[in-house]
């Protein structure tokens, strides 16, 4: 057995009877963050933002002269960035990319209402709790969707593709946020680990894969198999290009291996504690604004809340939701309600002759839930371990 952090040490047990081979393998990358990114920004702390901005501008942008004056870790980080022959194909992609344009408004659901809920009920809540930058911050979630997006566009995923660069911003954040916490001395790596390592990685990769993929399907969904497995393979790159090392991405050849480390990580994980809590009512709570349901309406804002914690109850189960103090309501028919209400707005869409289909209004409903700046994608980094102190970025 490995010696995990102290906060996972009654879990890993437990996951051990399981599956023990996983179970190390996960608790293993509790203690591994992500070196290649976390020394690319560590060399940038000398400069100012705007120059941080600019080098990591010509990086993504593959401008070798604007590169000329980096510091040698950002040239070794975007050197690595060259993915093995195979590992992504765009024909293999394109099902799964369809699948989630026609129903995105399913996604979405899935992704707020259960991946991402699930999701902050481990550990990795902690790091998000103290940072400020999920639960109530609209902004945030907005980015994440226009991540979603361009990693499904044709040519997304491309070398110079908007989500290939989204993806790696992603990263570079991560490194940045998990330097900071390391500074401040606000964190344990003791008792929880390293900030945002891993495991916690792979684990919100299975939350926005094969968790998403079981939540359309338990809101009425049925994708073919192509498309569930091309899904996963759009997902496995994007892991890949988060840095999730291949021990670990190895359990995401297929949408059964993916759920299986999810439930083997969530046995090592310790129990939803406050800031688990605080995040997934967060969360639920900010979604109205995302949405444009706003506080000029205290009633109807807050049936749609109420609407929100139900389906959300009945996507991660009682049990789930109890631990997370959720509202006590019941959840006796509320996915068929929104399976049947789903197919209602369909056959109305197709009986509005000329109306746009059902399923480009969903995509075009996800874009106005996400952030395009007018400047393009920034790549301005958080320099303060809480966003509300933090220069913008």
């Known amino acids: ?115 991402l809920i699930s999701g902050f009920t481990t550990a990795v809540s902690k790091t998000f709790y103290l940072t400020g930058r999920m639960a109530g911050n609209p902004r945030r979630v907005q980015q994440n969707t226009r991540h979603l997006i361009e990693i499904t566009l044709p040519d997304g995923l491309d070398r110079y593709g908007d989500g290939w660069k989204l993806s790696v911003r992603i990263r570079l954040i991560h490194a940045q946020v998990r330097n900071l916490v390391r500074k401040a001395d606000y964190w344990d790596e003791e008792i929880e680990g390293v900030p945002l390592h891993m495991a916690h990685m792979a684990l919100a990769g299975a939350g926005f894969s094969a968790v998403n993929l079981d939540s359309v399907r338990k809101l009425g969904i049925r994708l073919t198999r192509e498309e569930r497995e091309s899904f996963m393979h759009i997902w496995r790159y994007v892991l890949w290009l988060f840095g999730v090392p291949e021990n670990l991405l190895s359990n995401f050849n297929s949408e059964e291996e993916a759920m299986h480390l999810k439930e083997v990580a ?109 400047i393009g994608i920034s790549y301005r980094m958080p320099d303060a371990v809480r966003d509300t102190e933090s220069s913008r970025w």
Do not use: W
Not at 89 to 111: C, E, M, N, Q, W
């Open 1 to 115: 057995m490995i010696q995990p952090p102290s906060a996972y040490i009654e879990g890993y047990k437990t996951a051990r009877e399981t599956s023990p081979e996983l179970a190390d393998n996960y608790i293993e990358h509790t203690l591994i963050g992500d070196p290649p990114a976390d020394a690319a920004m560590a060399s940038l702390e000398e400069f100012d933002r705007e120059t941080q901005h600019r080098l990591i501008s010509a990086g993504m942008n593959g401008d070798e002269e604007g590169m000329r004056d980096a510091p040698d870790a950002l040239k070794v980080f975007f050197d690595s960035l060259t993915p093995p022959p195979d590992l992504f194909d765009p024909a293999k992609a394109a099902p799964g990319a369809r699948a989630f344009h026609k129903y995105s408004d399913i996604f979405f659901v899935g992704l707020v209402c259960e991946s």
């Open 266 to 374: 969530y046995l090592c994980e310790p129990h939803p504690d406050i800031e688990a809590i605080s995040m997934a009512r967060g969360m639920i709570n900010g979604i109205p604004d995302l949405v444009g349901v706003n506080n000029e309406n205290p009633a109807k804002r807050k049936k749609f809340v109420e609407a929100l914690f139900k389906t959300s109850r009945a996507l991660i189960g009682n049990e789930l939701a109890d631990a997370l103090q959720y509202p006590k309501q019941s959840t006796f028919g509320i996915l068929a309600l929104l399976r049947m209400q789903r197919r209602m707005q369909i056959v109305r869409s197709k009986l509005l002759r000329g109306a746009t289909p059902f399923d480009a209004n969903n995509f075009m409903g996800l874009m106005h839930r996400s952030v395009y700046d007018e």
